[in-house]
Nanobody
Framework: QVHLVESGGGLVQPGGSLRLSCEAS????????IGWFRQAPGKEREFVAA????????AYADSVKGRFTISSDNAKNTVYLQMNSLKPEDTASYYC???????????????????WGQGTQVTVSS
């Protein structure tokens, strides 16, 4: 059973930085992508970034390109989301997820992800 635990959220001022972590367990294959999604109150959950499990390929939403960086540390079974130059509109609950083996790598679609963490709250406010 795949299990995901996010951490690293918090309150930060506009222009600040946070690093989210997603610790994963229960994998039986290297052929997975890990995605980060976010959901603000009253809005649909949206794609933020994704990485292949070995970290060879990444993808980003246009809204975070150049500000967020996704990376992986296979020795620690952890995927990170470094978030810089944060804006108030980045405020949301952030979730990591593992895609199903039959999905195309780096999918931006929620429906292609089978396992989800519990989420971590990020609030950007002065």
């Amino acid at each position: 059973q795949v299990h995901l635990v996010e951490s690293g959220g918090g309150l930060v001022q506009p222009g600040g930085s946070l690093r989210l972590s997603c610790e994963a367990s229960g994998f039986t294959s290297d052929y997975y992508s890990i995605g980060w999604f976010r959901q603000a109150p009253g809005k649909e959950r949206e794609f933020v970034a994704a990485i292949t499990w070995r970290g060879t390929r990444t993808a980003y939403a246009d809204s975070v390109k150049g500000r967020f960086t996704i990376s992986s540390d296979n020795a620690k079974n952890t995927v990170y989301l470094q978030m810089n130059s944060l804006k108030p509109e980045d405020t949301a609950s952030y979730y990591c997820a593992v895609d199903r083996p039959t999905s195309a790598p780096l999918s931006t679609q929620m429906g292609d992800y089978d396992y989800w963490g519990q989420g971590t709250q990020v609030t950007v406010s002065s």
